[in-house]
């Protein structure tokens, strides 16, 4: 069974910046692809970010390129979520997820984390 965990979230302002992490557990995820989402309020949940656990490789939701990177740190089977310039418009729950790189479907999710920002 795959445990996430994220952490990092917060209250910030306008411009500020902030990292996400997301602690995985329950298994090798050398197959694995992990990946960011986010539920801003009213809205459905978008994709913001992934990452292929083996080789590094990323993929980014355009509205986020440029801002937002992704990362993973194999030893600590951790995945970040590095966010800069952030606005209103990013507040919202942001999930990690998991899924095999020969699925199109994520299995396993986390909690969440709230990032809220105000200008």
């Known amino acids: 069974q795959v445990h996430l965990v994220e952490s990092g979230g917060g209250s910030v302002q306008t411009g500020d910046s902030l990292r996400l992490s997301c602690a995985a557990s329950?298994?090798?995820?050398?197959?694995?692809?992990l990946g960011w989402f986010r539920q801003a309020p009213g809205k459905e949940r978008e994709f913001v970010a992934a990452i292929s656990w083996s080789d590094g490789n990323t993929y980014y939701a355009d509205s986020v390129k440029g801002r937002f990177t992704i990362s993973r740190d194999n030893a600590k089977n951790t995945m970040y979520l590095q966010i800069d310039s952030l606005k209103p418009e990013d507040t919202a729950v942001y999930y990690c997820?998991?899924?095999?790189?020969?699925?199109?479907?994520?299995?396993?999710w986390g909690q969440g984390t709230q990032v809220t920002v105000s200008s």
């Open positions: 329950g298994r090798t995820f050398s197959r694995y692809h």
């Open positions: 997820a998991v899924r095999d790189r020969f699925s199109a479907s994520y299995a396993y």
